[in-house]
């Protein structure tokens, strides 16, 4: 059997029944939590892109299938998806895959699901939890393949393929079918990074490429479900033009594209964030706000911070200094190393707050960032998944007090629990666009708890208008 027979099968014939316990809860966090960054996203412009995003879309006019979320109003399916695409990766507070590779799969997945859900009507929480897992699951294997250390531009194709297989399940596409989705999403494919601008630089643009994943997949599946067809070879080795000798010169592990393929489901190694900003700075932002709290360091107090972080985080969030100690705009913010710790220390903790723009404004921070340095440590780069991080205060007195952090809150090793999900829905709700009752919020969370037994999840979506 075939790579794509093995993968195709397993779309089409995987049930809720099949879902480990574990899985299920996971997806739950997952759901939630990109809910919660969709919606506080919706006021993360730079200088009101957003909104006019919005109006653009809603301009094209079209069936009034699924929800716009946060600003209201309904759109075809694949436009909505668009939409709420971009708006969940805007603030950087959207999960994180972390085995062995820092990848996002759940902003693409979760908007094309809530699309597809409302546009079919009437699917259940079970056959929802069943499709969000499944393309999570399909989205890691394409990108765990490859591994960590090529160096390509595209690194983030593989939502593509995901938002592909989710859609499609939610549309109940048979073996056939799927191949066809997938095979017509790679016709599709665009994704290409620029380097610089993953981090902050165009920030604008930021989330633009995940909603032309969303809508890539929707459609592909529409593709494949109304008779289209294509060839579904692309990821067999023998084909010289594979997706990984086109995009990532060759380099991948075939193996690992159905090892265990229906029994473990990666969806599983997702580490949720509890700050709004790149993962890269979590355990640095933690380490420096446990030694503020412990030891009563106010901001007067501190002379110099001292960040010990890896080469990798490093080069990305802390090179070149006098760039970084610097952002320009709210999007920067989120990508500077400097930034994420001096903010916390001006403010005594992390939150959307302190990578808006009022804190750009905030002079204290700005004096505060050009008191932090980085150091890359090679020692810091263990095992797979997140970094170490040391943060070491001088005091203006002489004192100095440190601490390192392994694992950030929110990894698979230090779980997030749903209840702190829900705290931080509630927290990314007081940023929307438009008010989100009390009663809204509430039973939002209550549904995704306990989303196997919801009978319409698009009742979910449409609290969140």
Request: hydrophobic share 40%.
């Amino acid at each position: 059997m075939s790579t794509m027979d093995m993968i195709t099968k397993n779309l089409a014939e995987t049930d809720y029944q099949t879902l480990p316990a574990e899985v299920v809860e996971v997806t739950k966090k997952q759901i939630l939590d990109t809910l919660a960054a969709t919606v506080g996203g919706s006021t993360c412009s730079i200088s009101g892109e957003i909104n006019r995003l919005v109006d653009l879309v809603k301009d094209w006019g079209g069936k009034e299938e699924s929800t716009v979320v946060a600003f209201g109003g309904r759109l075809p399916a694949p436009n909505a998806a668009f939409v709420n695409g971009i708006l969940c990766v805007r603030l950087d507070f959207d999960d994180t895959q972390v085995r062995g590779l820092r990848i996002h799969l759940s902003r693409g997945i979760i908007p094309p699901a809530f699309a597809m859900a409302e546009r079919q009507g009437n699917i259940n929480g079970k056959e929802f939890l069943t499709a969000v897992a499944l393309g999570h699951d399909l989205s890691f294997r394409l990108r765990q393949a490859v591994g960590r250390d090529v160096d390509s531009s595209f690194g983030m194709i593989t939502n593509f393929f995901g938002a592909a297989a989710t859609s499609g399940k939610i549309l109940g596409l048979n073996k056939e079918q799927f191949g066809a989705a997938l095979g017509l999403t790679y016709h599709q494919l665009s994704g290409a990074q620029s380097g610089p601008g993953t981090a902050g630089a165009g920030a604008s643009v930021k989330g633009v490429n995940n909603g032309i994943a969303t809508k890539t997949g929707i459609i592909s599946a529409l593709l494949a479900e109304s008779g289209f067809t294509a060839n579904a070879d692309f990821l067999e080795a023998q084909n010289k033009r594979n997706m990984y000798e086109v995009f990532f010169r060759g380099f991948y592990s075939p193996a690992l594209l159905t090892s265990d393929l229906g029994k473990v489901f990666t969806g599983v190694y997702t580490s949720q964030k509890e700050f709004p900003c790149c993962h890269g700075q979590h355990t640095a932002i933690e380490a420096t706000l446990g030694l503020i709290k412990e030891h009563n360091i106010k901001p007067a107090d501190v002379a110099e911070v001292m960040l010990h972080v890896s080469p990798g985080d490093y080069n990305y969030l802390a090179n070149p200094a006098e760039k970084k100690q610097h952002p320009q705009n709210i999007i920067e913010t989120q990508f500077s190393l400097y930034w994420g710790v001096a903010s916390a220390i001006i403010y005594g903790e992390a939150n959307i707050r302190n990578f808006s723009a009022v804190a750009l404004r905030d002079s204290r921070v700005r004096e505060m960032a050009v008191k932090v340095s980085a150091r890359p440590e090679a020692e810091l780069v263990i095992g797979e998944g997140f970094t170490p991080a040391i943060a070491d205060i001088r005091t203006r007195s002489g004192a100095v007090y440190s601490r390192r952090v392994d694992y950030p809150f929110g990894s698979p090793e230090n779980p997030m629990h749903f209840d702190d999900i829900a705290e931080k829905f509630r927290h990314c709700c007081q940023y929307s666009v438009n008010p989100i009752s009390m009663q809204n919020q509430v039973t939002v969370i209550q549904m995704v708890k306990e989303i196997e037994t919801v009978s319409d999840v698009s009742q979910i979506v449409r609290l969140l208008a």
